[in-house]
Structures are given as C-alpha cells and as structure tokens.
C-alpha cells in the first residue's frame, strides 16, 4: 500500500495500481481550515454514511468511484483522475448562496440550482461558470454538461432518500474523476460534511453548520443522520 496523500479530513493510498484506500480521519476544518478540531468518532461515522449513500447511487445507476467499505475507517475504492471542480447543488438557501446573493436562509427554490466551483485553496475555491472552467482546461464541455447531469440524479435520488428518512437535503458539493475505464464517475465523500441536512420536523442542523457555527454536539448530529438514513 502506497500513501498517496493526506487531505483535511482523509488519507488516500493507492493499493493494486487501479484503487485507492480512503482513510476518514477525526479532522473537522472549516472557514479554509483557519477553524479545526480533533473530534473523536467522526471518520467513522462520515465512512459509514458515505458508503452507504455511494451504495444507494450505484444500486440507482450512478457511476461512482466506492467499491466497498473495509473497515470502520476505511473505503475501498476505484482510483480516479479527479477534476479541480466541486459541483453544488441547493434545494433551500442556506451557506455562501445567502452571503453572497444577499438572501435569507430557509428558502425552498424553486428548483434545484447547481454551481460550479475551482478547486483552489489558494485562491479560496471561487464560484465559476462552465465558460471558466473551458477556458481554465479543467474539463471538456462534454465532461461538464454530464457532471450537471449527473449532479441533478443525484440530488433527486439523495433529496427523496433523506425525505422518506425525516431529512431535508438543504444543499451539498460533489466531486468527480474519471474512473480507470474512463467514465466519469462521484468520488470523495458524501457526509454530513459535505450536505446540510435539517430535521424535516424540527428544522434541527444535523450537519457540519453545527462545527461551522458552533451550534452544537458535532457527533450528535451525524450520528441522527446515520440512525435515520439506516432506517431508524
Ligand atoms: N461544501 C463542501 N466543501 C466545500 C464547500 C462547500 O463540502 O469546500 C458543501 C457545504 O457543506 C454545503 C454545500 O457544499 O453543504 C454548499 O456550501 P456553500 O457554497 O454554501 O459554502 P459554505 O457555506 O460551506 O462556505
């Protein structure tokens, strides 16, 4: 097993050329990492939830890059050439949507809105359009329009998924690469680090606002979210 490299949350190893193990640590960052904390527990339940949810999708038809969970930590997946791009999609306003628009959160929209951002610590992930990102090379037009595509799938199948679990999908970031029999497929991690989920019922944030904004037992609230979505 190789060491690839350590993110803020997970440590990736490339094992047998073609596949990578994805270690979830106990990190949480938020605010460009200028905010972090050690919390006990975490990587395992953001593995838990993640692989569950990457086993909904392929069991919908989704490509994505999850083969199987391993450990408690640990997922097993197919190594992907990943794009510098990090697709959003929102049901409810909430986050950098209502900062920057000037909107107040909680509003349903209409109908789903997918942005895309550049994958650039440096430059703190700006909001690009697909004209961007063509001119920037970090995919072909083709390649983008099936990522929207395939955001769209998701949000409809993970937003009635949450639903029928007492959950709302308020919004969430995606990220893709090109898996080693070049489809494009969803890689990283789907958690509660990276949607915002509410209670349908109470409005409660079970998802990393709770960190963001100090709004409560991080753990708390993931381990809602893993009791619900496993059908409790
Ligand atoms: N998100 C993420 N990683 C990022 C940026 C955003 O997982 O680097 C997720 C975030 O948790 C939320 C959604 O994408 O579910 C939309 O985030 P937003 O653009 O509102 O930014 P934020 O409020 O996180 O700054």
Redesign the pocket.
């Known amino acids: 097993m190789k060491f690839l490299y350590e993110g803020k949350a997970k440590i990736v190893y490339e094992v047998e050329g073609d596949k990578c193990l994805i270690h979830f640590k106990d990190t949480a960052t938020a605010f460009d990492a200028t905010k972090r904390a050690n919390i006990e527990g975490k990587g395992v339940l953001n593995n838990t939830i993640s692989s569950l949810l990457f086993q909904l999708l392929e069991e919908k038809g989704i490509r994505t890059h999850f083969i199987k969970k391993v450990s408690d930590r640990e997922m097993l997946v197919w190594r992907a050439r990943k794009y510098d791009l ?1 697709v ?1 999609v ?1 049901n409810i306003t ?4 209502c900062k920057r628009l000037g909107l107040k959160e909680g509003e349903k929209l209409k109908k789903p809105l997918v ?1 895309l ?1 550049y994958k650039r610590d440096d430059l703190h ?1 700006p909001l690009i359009c697909t004209e961007h990102a063509l001119f920037l090379g970090l995919a072909e037009r083709r390649e983008i329009r099936e990522m929207l595509r395939m955001a769209l799938e998701v949000n409809k199948l993970l937003k009635g998924f949450f639903r029928d679990h007492g959950l709302l999908l ?4 995606l990220e893709f690469g090109k898996l080693p029999d070049r489809t494009i497929g969803v890689i990283d991690e789907i958690s509660p ?4 989920l509410w209670d349908a019922k109470t409005g409660e944030k079970l ?2 606002d709770r960190f ?1 904004f100090d709004l409560g037992d991080l753990l708390e609230g993931y381990r809602k979210v893993l009791e619900r979505v496993q059908g409790g």
Not at 94 to 97: E, M, P, T, Y
Not at 170 to 173: E, G, I, L, N, Q
Request: proline fraction near 0%.
């Open positions: 990090e959003v929102r909430a986050g950098s949507l942005e951002f992930d308020v919004d969430f970031k680090d990276t949607c915002r998802d990393k963001r």
